[in-house]
């Protein structure tokens, strides 16, 4: 998250290959069954079992070493990269992609069995040589709609960060304890999930300009009555960009039911529009 997670590189698109998407969703369900076994009773997890948990069904099930951190209600997986990304092949490449997707599945196996109280999981995938880690958040909430067919999979795709970032302390840090964890509060997630979902909107429509290639910031300000300022500017203002903002600022607010908004600022270069909070939920 661009206030959360350092300085990031935007410009890591969200996975779009079916396939990959398909095999995920498996993985997702399949753990979730596995993880309630096949009848009677489970007690759930507490809070403080989740990190070792994780830990050790990632090592025996997946021969994966993984340090899993805990900060307010959020979890952080973090797992080194057996190889770096200065010379990635094309079989390091299919291992990233089944680590990543062992981790997630593990995840979400034992935050299915867990009591409530955690709301956002950051599964971190650190090069320890290049200092380049990617990194997938997500919310535990959004795992359980999806369980449950409340949301499609393309959509659970959307309600997902993924991306980038570079960051030096993890250079030769092997079990994440140089790494700075904290708690990911709902205001930033969201505006983080905006700012992605704006940027890779038309990724794969060749008839309007993409934005990946767009600065767009994002910040938050809590005020005294507990309610939020959005802010999210771009430096620069394609055709269709203003209309796709704020049907993106829309979306995501209503998905969420996220009603703690004061004002949101969209700064654009030839202007600024605001949005208030009737705005958003005119027709709800």
């Known amino acids: 998250m661009a206030n959360t997670i350092q300085k990031q590189d935007r410009h890591l698109?969200?996975?779009?290959n079916r396939c990959y998407k398909a095999l995920l969703t498996s993985l997702l369900i399949l753990g979730v069954i596995l993880a309630s076994?096949?009848?009677g009773f489970f007690r759930l997890y507490r809070i403080d079992e989740v990190p070792g948990k994780i830990e050790r069904i990632l090592s025996k099930e997946y021969q994966?070493?993984?340090?899993?951190?805990?900060?307010?209600?959020?979890?952080?997986?973090?797992?080194?990269?057996?190889?770096s990304f200065i010379n990635i092949s094309v079989r390091d490449n299919a291992r990233l992609k089944d680590i990543i997707n062992n981790v997630l599945a593990t995840t979400a196996r034992v935050l299915w069995s867990t009591e409530k109280g955690i709301d956002f999981y950051v599964a971190l995938f650190p090069d320890t040589t290049s200092g380049t880690v990617i990194y997938i958040i997500?919310?535990?909430e959004d795992l359980k709609s999806f369980y449950f067919e409340k949301i499609s999979i393309d959509e659970?795709?959307?309600r997902k960060i993924f991306n980038r970032t570079y960051v030096p302390a993890v250079i030769g840090d092997t079990t994440g304890?140089?790494?700075?964890?904290?708690?990911?509060?709902?205001p930033n997630f969201l505006a983080e999930l905006i700012t992605q979902r704006i940027k890779y909107k038309k990724a794969n429509k060749q008839k309007n300009p993409p934005y990946q290639n767009i600065n767009i910031k994002w910040g938050t300000q809590e005020t005294r009555d507990g309610s939020y300022i959005f802010v999210f500017?771009?430096?620069?203002?394609?055709?269709?960009?203003?209309?796709?903002m704020v049907q993106e600022i829309k979306d995501v607010f209503q998905g969420y039911k996220f009603r703690k908004i004061k004002r949101i600022d969209i700064i654009?270069?030839?202007?600024?529009?605001?949005?208030l909070k009737d705005d958003i939920f005119e027709k709800q």
């Open 13 to 16: 698109p969200l996975p779009q």
């Open 37 to 39: 076994g096949c009848g």
């Open 64 to 83: 994966l070493t993984s340090y899993v951190y805990r900060s307010g209600k959020t979890i952080w997986i973090y797992t080194p990269l057996p190889f």
């Open 138 to 140: 997500g919310t535990t």
């Open 156 to 158: 659970y795709s959307k």
């Open 177 to 186: 304890t140089k790494f700075h964890y904290f708690d990911i509060s709902r």
């Open 233 to 244: 500017s771009a430096d620069q203002e394609p055709p269709g960009l203003e209309k796709d």
């Open 268 to 275: 654009l270069p030839s202007h600024t529009i605001s949005l």
